[in-house]
């Protein structure tokens, strides 16, 4: 719960000073293919394709810098099997990336930073039994994102991020537990096109 306060906490002072600044507000969405890194556990976990989608805040701190925060609703997880048969983790986050950006050459950007994440959801199913774990996980998770962009004049641009999971999810030891994502997806700028 202290986890989950501080989280909000952190939400709402980072909308509080985007809304001060100059931005360009956008959507975004587009598909993860996810799974579970872990040394401990003996599970073999495989990518598990699903999705992403929520909001942005593009803003200049000089010509070819930018600062872009996000939060995020994205869906992930990994397979697995379990005695010869094909088991499911299914883990639902609201995410807060941090991103600062190397903008160059008419539109492509470079990007990295840190993302905070809220477990809002967590279920695993095996042999047609769906069986809620969010008590086994962490509230939060902290991954570094690594990224690049194109964004068009007319505002509509696409991306392709790798995003570490750098803090173990698991709340039961062992096994340490990682999340992996590759994030591909389009998103749109309302205003100031290109920039």
């Known amino acids: 719960m ?3 306060k501080y989280f909000i906490i952190a939400c709402v002072l980072m909308l509080s000073s985007v809304l001060k600044a100059q931005m360009n507000f956008g959507i975004k969405g587009g598909l993860n293919f996810t799974t579970l890194n872990s040394k401990d556990d003996v599970s073999d976990y495989n990518f598990l394709p699903s ?3 929520g909001v942005l805040a593009h803003m200049h701190i000089s010509e070819d810098f930018a600062f872009q925060p996000e939060l995020l609703f994205s869906a992930q997880g990994a397979k697995y ?3 010869g048969e094909k088991a499911t983790i299914n883990l639902g986050y ?3 990336p941090l991103l600062f950006q190397f903008m160059f050459l008419e539109g492509l950007r470079l990007e990295s930073g840190p993302q905070a994440g809220l477990l809002i959801m967590a279920d695993s199913k095996f042999l047609g039994t769906t069986t809620d774990i969010k008590d086994d996980l962490n509230a939060l998770d902290l991954s570094w994102v690594f990224g690049v962009g194109y964004v068009t004049d007319s505002g509509l641009g696409i991306d392709l991020r790798y995003n570490t999971g750098l803090t ?3 709340e039961v030891e062992p096994p340490t537990i990682k999340n992996s994502v590759i994030a591909l997806g389009l998103f749109f700028q309302f205003s100031g096109a290109g920039d």
């Open 168 to 170: 173990n999810i698991s």
């Open 81 to 83: 099997d379990i005695l």
């Open 94 to 96: 609201i995410n807060l």
């Open 2 to 4: 202290i986890m989950k």
């Open 51 to 53: 999705y992403y989608a």
